[in-house]
């Protein structure tokens, strides 16, 4: 499992305590709202796991909005010919005009507002909340 931080982080531990079976979690980082509300488009890759890509691969995503980071990822996980690339995203606003993988696992879908808390975040504040719209 694949954990798109800092977002999932409370998710994702959620999720791998009811999965009983062998698994290995490891951590992406990626930025495209700095301190914004609206996505910049510019999306940066901070952190870059060391892991084995020839694995089967659950990409686990805290909301899927525009589209744009979860597009990058996707590409640059793909350059990596892992066995299998799934998403799993907590919330999903279906907004995104043009994925190039879309969630085979979705929580919820989100209105189109912006969210905050269970891991979400307005300028790397709120995570801690039970979530709700700024």
């Known amino acids: 499992m694949l954990g798109l931080l800092k977002g999932s982080f409370i998710f994702l531990s959620d999720l791998v305590r009811k999965i009983d079976r062998p698994l290995q979690v490891d951590f992406l ?16 890759l901070v952190y870059d796991p060391e892991t ?13 909005d525009t ?3 979860l597009n990058k990822l996707v590409a640059l996980l793909t350059q990596r010919h892992p066995k299998s690339l799934e998403i799993c995203a907590l919330l999903h606003k279906h907004v995104a005009e043009h994925l190039e993988l879309d969630a085979k696992f979705v929580g919820f879908d989100a209105p189109t507002l912006f ?3 269970y891991g979400l975040d307005h300028a790397e504040n709120f995570r801690h909340l039970p979530i709700s719209r700024v």
């Open 115 to 117: 969210l905050v808390g």
């Open 29 to 44: 980082v990626a930025s495209s709202y700095g301190e914004g509300t609206v996505s910049s488009g510019n999306v940066r």
């Open 52 to 64: 084995d890509w020839r694995e089967a691969h659950l990409l686990v995503e805290d909301i899927i």
């Open 67 to 69: 589209g744009k980071t």
